[in-house]
């Protein structure tokens, strides 16, 4: 993972899982607690130069600093959600986003909007949690509980009546402000050229469609998401 923020937020919450760490001289003062952890450890860490860090990083958006690090394993979805889940307001559920940068995007939204947890569906579009998701998070991945559905349609259906699950759909939903106020919602978001699949949507219990002006057919999903987020939470 690169980048100040996402290689900070990794440390902070699962320092255990870090396993090197490169950085340059201008990222010594962030570094030096990893650094003591390391060294605790007997794990490698170093200080290289810019054009190393980006040989190392196999990419020039580095950030300064890199870190490698244990996978992080993703539980199944709880079914029904337990009480933890349903404390905010919104639970992403992504389905095919195919996109790393969209998959960072929207754990970014979601954590700035007060989220605890996203799901990433087992559809085989659906972007993991690689480098480019990590660094565009800016460290939302690791604010968030992250949760696997393998059967996205049956885990929708399995929620239960405490939660209400919303397909984000470009046309034919109602507006945010239309949606029921009495529970959380899991707002369920397809892929990025083909949107939600019939069995995915048909097992929602409602769906939502942002208004636009009609100039451009629809928005981007991280976009989207994050505008519905914003809505949503704040509909009560």
């Given amino acids: 993972m690169c980048g100040r923020a996402a290689?900070?937020?990794?440390?902070?919450?699962?320092?255990?899982?870090?396993?090197?760490?490169?950085?340059?001289?201008a990222l010594r003062p962030e570094a030096g607690a990893i650094c003591a952890t390391l060294a605790r450890l007997r794990r490698p860490y170093r200080e290289v130069e810019t054009a190393e860090l980006a040989r190392i990083a196999g990419t020039p958006h580095h950030g300064g600093i890199v870190a490698i690090a244990a996978q992080r394993r993703l539980p199944p979805l709880?079914?029904?959600?337990p009480a933890a889940l349903r404390a905010a307001p919104v639970l992403p559920v992504l389905d095919g986003v195919g996109n790393p940068h969209n998959l960072g995007a929207i754990a970014r939204s979601a954590a700035f909007f007060g989220c605890i947890g996203m799901v990433l569906s087992g559809d085989p579009r659906q972007a993991g949690l690689g480098e480019a998701a990590f660094r565009t998070a800016e460290g939302g991945l690791e604010a968030l509980s992250l949760y696997t559905a393998a059967d996205l349609?049956?885990?929708?259906?399995?929620?239960?009546?405490?939660?209400?699950?919303?397909?984000?759909v470009a046309t034919g939903g109602v507006a945010p402000e239309a949606l029921p106020r009495d529970r959380p919602i899991a707002l369920v978001l397809g892929n990025e050229e083909q949107?939600?699949?019939?069995?995915?949507?048909?097992?929602?219990?409602?769906?939502?469609?942002?208004?636009?002006?009609g100039r451009v057919e629809s928005?981007?999903?991280s976009v989207a998401a994050a505008v519905l987020i914003h809505a949503l939470g704040r509909r009560g």
């Fill in 7 to 25: 290689v900070l937020a990794a440390f902070a919450r699962r320092p255990g899982d870090i396993q090197r760490l490169f950085y340059t001289p």
């Fill in 78 to 81: 709880p079914v029904p959600l």
């Fill in 153 to 168: 349609p049956a885990a929708l259906r399995g929620i239960g009546d405490a939660v209400l699950t919303v397909a984000a």
């Fill in 195 to 213: 949107g939600l699949g019939a069995a995915t949507a048909g097992s929602c219990a409602a769906r939502v469609t942002l208004p636009g002006s």
């Fill in 219 to 221: 928005l981007n999903v």
